[in-house]
């Protein structure tokens, strides 16, 4: 029995742990850079403006009052297998910088795949019992709101993809000739595509390619009152219980 079928959670054993720099090698694999990128007209420079002032006032905001919810996670995960707290993944970012991307660890230290290429499914054999509920309320997400703080990631914006994140088997750019073409701004911790139920494992062409329409379609919209409507359905959402798994 594997590291992926197995149901049982043993503890952490350090000695094990995967080491930094093999991971960066493996999220790195296949990387498919960009040519180039179209330039955002000048008339949106305000909008972003403000959309970056907003980011880094809610993002601290968040961050000060969230902070005894991640000493109480990062306890619970510690105390349920012993593991690493957070799970660091590369991933696109703005024009198509990578970018590491930080989360609550939800699965097994050993059975995490920095690489992207295994999406999680429902019913994951390797997601951890602490792991299930963040998943499931999607508070696995939180901590990136340190990627926001740090101008790498936006409340609002395409959702970040691991970079050799795959749909129906093919790499993304390969499927969708405009994929690069979200890399226009900034990845955000909730998007467009989201609230619309484009989320999740995309296993037919088709879903993939809506899912790119609707980041494509918010990156040629863009405007406040977007990201606004975008905040407010993801609140409204995650309310009536959330769409993670």
């Given at each position: 029995?594997?590291?992926?079928?197995?149901?049982t959670?043993?503890?952490?054993?350090?000695?094990?742990?995967?080491?930094?720099?093999?991971?960066?090698?493996?999220?790195?694999?296949?990387?498919?850079?960009?040519?180039s990128?179209?330039l955002?007209?000048?008339?949106?420079a305000?909008?972003?403006g403000?959309?970056?002032?907003?980011?880094?006032?809610?993002?601290?905001?968040?961050?000060?009052?969230?902070?005894?919810?991640?000493?109480?996670?990062?306890?619970?995960?510690?105390?349920?297998?012993?593991?690493?707290?957070?799970f660091?993944?590369?991933?696109?970012?703005?024009?198509?910088?990578?970018?590491?991307?930080?989360?609550?660890?939800?699965m097994?230290?050993?059975?995490?795949?920095?690489?992207?290429?295994?999406?999680?499914?429902?019913?994951?054999?390797?997601?951890?019992g602490?792991?299930?509920?963040?998943?499931?309320t999607?508070?696995?997400?939180?901590?990136?709101?340190?990627?926001?703080?740090?101008?790498?990631?936006?409340?609002?914006?395409?959702?970040?993809?691991?970079?050799?994140?795959?749909?129906?088997?093919?790499?993304?750019?390969?499927?969708?000739?405009?994929?690069?073409?979200?890399?226009?701004?900034?990845?955000?911790?909730?998007?467009?595509?989201?609230?619309?139920?484009?989320?999740?494992?995309?296993?037919?062409?088709?879903?993939?390619?809506?899912?790119?329409?609707?980041?494509?379609?918010?990156?040629?919209?863009?405007?406040?009152?977007?990201?606004?409507?975008?905040l407010?359905?993801?609140?409204?959402?995650?309310?009536?219980?959330?769409?993670?798994?």
């Amino acid at each position: 029995m594997n590291a992926f079928t197995s149901k049982t959670n043993p503890r952490f054993d350090p000695s094990q742990r995967q080491d930094k720099t093999k991971t960066l090698v493996i999220a790195n694999s296949n990387i498919r850079q960009p040519d180039s990128f179209s330039l955002i007209e000048r008339k949106m420079a305000v909008r972003l403006g403000v959309k970056r002032l907003i980011d880094i006032v809610a993002s601290v905001s968040a961050l000060i009052v969230l902070a005894p919810l991640f000493l109480a996670i990062a306890l619970f995960i510690k105390l349920d297998d012993g593991g690493p707290v957070f799970f660091r993944q590369i991933r696109w970012g703005l024009n198509g910088r990578k970018i590491t991307v930080f989360k609550f660890r939800s699965m097994r230290a050993e059975a995490c795949d920095p690489s992207g290429i295994q999406q999680t499914v429902m019913g994951d054999s390797r997601v951890t019992g602490i792991g299930s509920v963040l998943r499931k309320t999607n508070i696995d997400e939180l901590p990136q709101l340190f990627n926001v703080l740090r101008g790498e990631m936006s409340l609002v914006g395409p959702r970040c993809h691991a970079i050799n994140m795959r749909a129906a088997g093919r790499l993304y750019e390969e499927l969708v000739p405009d994929y690069h073409y979200r890399h226009i701004m900034r990845p955000g911790i909730t998007g467009l595509a989201q609230t619309r139920g484009w989320r999740g494992p995309t296993a037919r062409p088709l879903a993939a390619r809506a899912r790119i329409a609707c980041d494509i379609y918010y990156v040629r919209n863009f405007s406040l009152l977007l990201d606004l409507k975008i905040l407010f359905k993801t609140v409204v959402i995650e309310l009536r219980g959330g769409t993670g798994f």
